[in-house]
Each structure stands twice: as C-alpha cells, then as structure tokens.
C-alpha cells in the first residue's frame, strides 16, 4: 500500500521558516493532485497549497506570498516552504493526494500522510 510520510515540523518564532516534507513511498500519486492541509485544535480544517501533476499551484490566500509548494516528481516527494510564520500559522499539517484538486479535501484516509506538528510562538 502506497504510503505518505510528512517531516519538517517544529517549533519557531514568529517570522521564521520551516520546510515540510511529504515523502510518498512509490510514483503512483505522479498523475495525483498533491496538496497540504492545516488543522487546529478548535478550528476547521483547511486546505493550504497544492500542486498538480504539471508544477500548477493554488494557495490559500492567508498564506499567500510566505508559503510555497512544489513537488519532485522523480523522487516523489511535495514540500511546503513556508516563511514569514506567524502564531496563526500553528497547526498539524498533512499531506493528501488525489486524482483531481477539487477531491482533495474528501479523500479517503489511506491517501493521507499522518501529519507534521508546526507550533509557531509570538
């Protein structure tokens, strides 16, 4: 069973970066819509970035600007690049994979990694 393994996550100051990893264990998701979501105690959870098959990349526009999504295809892998973190930015961030973008957020549970803690202090 193909398997999405995110890293990356920690703990930073307000205006820091990080870098996350989505490390997926086979090309099978090489055609697949892959994106990052977000999720908060008490909050909705919401899609962040994604990245199709062709490099295309849609971002939410409370991390427009910092954040930054892109994929190596060849060792399949999606990163999210993100800058600029402020406290609102803390959250567990999963990685999720999918035949279209739009059927991200209703993938079944095997297409998502297990998450990443990002805890970002004022």
């Known amino acids: 069973q193909v398997r999405l393994m995110e890293s990356g996550g920690g703990s930073v100051q307000a205006g820091g970066s990080l870098r996350l990893s989505c490390k997926v264990s086979?090309?099978?998701?090489?055609?697949?819509?892959m994106g990052w979501f977000r999720q908060a105690p008490g909050k909705e959870r919401e899609e962040v970035a994604h990245?199709?098959?062709?490099?295309?990349?849609a971002y939410a526009d409370s991390v427009k600007g910092r954040f930054t999504a892109s994929r190596d295809y060849d060792e399949n892998i999606l990163y999210l690049q993100m800058n600029s973190l402020k406290p609102e930015d803390s959250a567990m961030y999963s990685c999720v994979a999918g035949p279209l973008c739009d059927q991200l957020p209703t993938m079944p549970g095997h297409y998502w990694g297990q998450g990443t803690q990002v805890n970002v202090s004022s």
């Open positions: 086979s090309s099978t998701y090489r055609h697949y819509c």
């Open positions: 990245v199709d098959s062709t490099r295309s990349t």
